[in-house]
């Protein structure tokens, strides 16, 4: 009897046993995804809202390079709202965009030296302005200077079909004498030309 009672002991404490130890293998495993969700989160803070990048074409000999930073909508209205009307814009987050020209050329009409300019742009509801100018190197607008604009183009938008969530640059060669300039972003889009001048 001694003995039957002494392994009835035995197994309900083998069983009052294990449950814990279940639990506690259940608790280390939450406890383990927590952390690596918590060491995740950071990383996905890190990365730009408004990456830095660039748009480029080789327009007969002359290669035109845009640089520009990149936001998003993430839901938010962009033209009127985020980007307001009848105001200077930098073209995009942070630093102005800017345009490099390797050799002249002519955008609206005026002729354009080889070098890097400031690309600003002031959108409207029908129309926007593209505006070349001599300060290329600037956080925002808060510096732009009117007198160093070299170009002030009006140019007519067009409405896309489909949103566009980044703001995208491109620039494309239509033939070796002219090309084109292309932004998105959200609904619109506007266009101005590029044309080689033939000098240096």
Not at 67 to 82: A, H, T, V
Request: charged share 25%; proline share 4%.
């Amino acid at each position: 009897m001694k003995k039957i009672a002494i392994i009835v002991a035995t197994s309900l404490v083998w069983a009052c046993s294990t449950p814990e130890k279940k639990a506690e293998g259940t608790e280390e495993s939450v406890e383990h995804t927590d952390h690596k969700h918590a060491t995740s989160t950071p990383k996905e803070e890190s990365k730009p809202k408004s990456p830095r990048t660039a748009s480029m074409a080789m327009i007969g000999d002359n290669h035109v390079h845009i640089d520009y930073s990149s936001p998003s909508m993430r839901g938010r209205q962009i033209f009127g709202g985020l980007v307001g009307y009848g105001e200077v814009w930098v073209t995009g987050a942070h630093k102005a965009s800017n345009i490099t020209l390797d050799k002249a050329a002519t955008i609206g009409g005026t002729m354009i030296p080889k070098g890097k300019y400031g690309l600003f742009t002031i959108p409207g509801e029908a129309q926007w302005t593209i505006i070349i100018n001599k300060d290329w190197d600037m956080h925002l607008a808060d510096d732009y200077n009117e007198a160093n604009d070299i170009v002030r183009l009006p140019v007519t938008i067009e409405e896309l079909e489909s949103a566009v969530e980044s703001l995208t640059f491109e620039v494309a060669a239509v033939d070796d004498t002219k090309g084109t300039v292309t932004i998105k972003w959200e609904n619109t889009s506007v266009v101005f030309e590029v044309v080689n001048t033939g000098k240096e």
